[in-house]
């Protein structure tokens, strides 16, 4: 059964450009992404030419500066994007994520020149990036990170393996962090790393729970040789910029969360006004439309916390704390309504003729991505009580 488009919400946007620009997308999910996204999951198939129409379109850069090829959007505006995409398709609406995520650090931190030589093809030229941090020994504990960048004249020789790297194998651009100095957090480095540079190569995708249409995969960096004109802020800084791109990536899963969770509510509430039982719709049970009321709620709950975050990153105000409890409450809620999906649909839930099942499979990773959830509540913590005892 095909999937069926997500009901329309509604919006509270800062400017007629922006109800625009979530019509635009709107409309390129319905005719691009929808239709084909049950499909191309099974198939575990990226969806690359969508990526290509996206940057066509402007959306691949939509958070920064315009001089740069960006769309020059607050992120209040950009998550809801993100929303209505992982609505139509988690492996689009995350891609945008984490490409955005891939971007960051060279578009906060960069210098103009490497910002004009780059950023035109990273936001608007059709290119597609991954953020490699993670690695197979250090995912929550990210400063312990083992690759290793030597300095050899003007450049810098990479070595040393990436792992879970969102489109890995098929970026056109890496945003690497790599140790150039002592242990520990303050002795790591951000480079911008070409996707074909000699030496970097991939594994084989995972296989996964979930979201098979979006390759996660190692990244090998064997003597990958960058020039230090690629080297991203100061020496050392890498950490820095690192954490500093998860607080407003956290943002994007939230906002990808509640995409997925909508999506769900949708198409259990569309069931169950269609299912019939006893002589009438299941939809006038009260115990279910009880479950409809909460889903609602969680979803509602979650789309203001995620928005009150980005209101604050807009006004450039501090946000760490309300971008962990978006992260946390959003996909949480994800993972709970699309349960209560599956539940609402029986036995139809379980079977891939309907959506359901797959935006519950989906909703797990996103607990995952990007700092665990018990990782944002010990983010939270900090910011209530300080840091743990030593």
């Known amino acids: 059964m095909p999937d069926r488009a997500p009901q329309q919400v509604d919006r509270q946007l800062p400017t007629d450009e922006a109800r625009d620009l979530i019509s635009l997308v709107r409309d390129i999910a319905q005719r691009e992404i929808t239709p084909s996204a049950?499909?191309?999951?099974?198939?575990?198939?990226?969806?690359?030419e969508v990526f290509t129409l996206l940057s066509d379109a402007g959306l691949l850069g939509l958070p920064y500066d315009a001089e740069f090829g960006g769309g020059e959007q607050p992120y209040e505006v950009y998550l809801q994007v993100l929303e209505e995409l992982a609505a139509a398709r988690l492996t689009v609406g995350l891609g945008v994520s984490v490409h955005t995520l891939a971007s960051y650090a060279l578009a906060t931190y960069g210098t103009k020149e490497q910002q004009t030589e780059h950023l035109p093809a990273m936001l608007g030229g059709g290119l597609l990036g991954a953020y490699c941090l993670s690695e197979?020994?250090?995912?929550?504990?990210?400063?312990?990170?083992?690759?290793?960048?030597?300095?050899?004249?003007?450049?810098?020789?990479?070595?040393?393996?990436?792992?879970?790297?969102?489109?890995?194998?098929?970026?056109?651009?890496?945003?690497?962090?790599?140790?150039?100095?002592?242990?520990?957090?303050?002795?790591?480095?951000?480079?911008?790393?070409?996707?074909?540079?000699?030496?970097?190569?991939?594994?084989?995708?995972?296989?996964?729970?979930?979201?098979?249409?979006?390759?996660?995969?190692?990244?090998?960096?064997?003597?990958v040789r960058v020039p230090d004109a690629r080297r991203i802020g100061e020496e050392g800084q890498g950490f820095a910029i690192a954490l500093s791109a998860?607080?407003?990536?956290?943002?994007?899963?939230?906002?990808?969360?509640?995409?997925?969770?909508?999506?769900?509510?949708d198409e259990a509430v569309s069931y169950a006004a269609e299912r019939r039982q006893f002589g009438k719709p299941i939809a006038d049970f009260q115990g279910l439309r009880f479950m409809l009321a909460d889903m609602a709620t969680q979803i509602e709950a979650g789309r203001a916390l995620y928005l009150t975050a980005a209101r604050l990153r807009d006004a450039g105000l501090p946000f760490a704390k309300q971008a962990a409890m978006a992260k946390l409450h959003c996909t949480d809620t994800a993972m709970r309504v699309t349960t209560d999906a599956v539940q609402i649909l029986g036995g139809y839930g379980y079977t891939a003729d309907f959506p359901a099942e797959r935006y519950m499979r989906e909703a797990k990773v996103l607990q995952i991505v990007e700092g665990t959830n018990q990782i944002q509540r010990m983010v939270i913590a900090r910011h209530l009580a300080g840091p743990e005892e030593r």
């Open 136 to 223: 197979p020994a250090s995912g929550s504990d990210a400063a312990s990170l083992r690759t290793k960048a030597v300095r050899e004249g003007e450049d810098w020789v990479i070595t040393g393996t990436k792992a879970w790297i969102t489109h890995g194998g098929i970026a056109d651009f890496y945003t690497v962090m790599a140790r150039t100095g002592e242990d520990g957090p303050r002795g790591i480095t951000a480079f911008l790393v070409p996707g074909d540079a000699e030496g970097l190569s991939a594994a084989v995708p995972e296989k996964k729970m979930g979201l098979k249409g979006s390759p996660t995969a190692q990244v090998h960096l064997d003597g």
């Open 246 to 265: 998860l607080e407003s990536g956290r943002l994007g899963i939230a906002a990808c969360a509640i995409g997925v969770a909508q999506a769900a509510l």
């Open 38 to 48: 049950a499909e191309g999951e099974d198939a575990g198939r990226f969806p690359r």
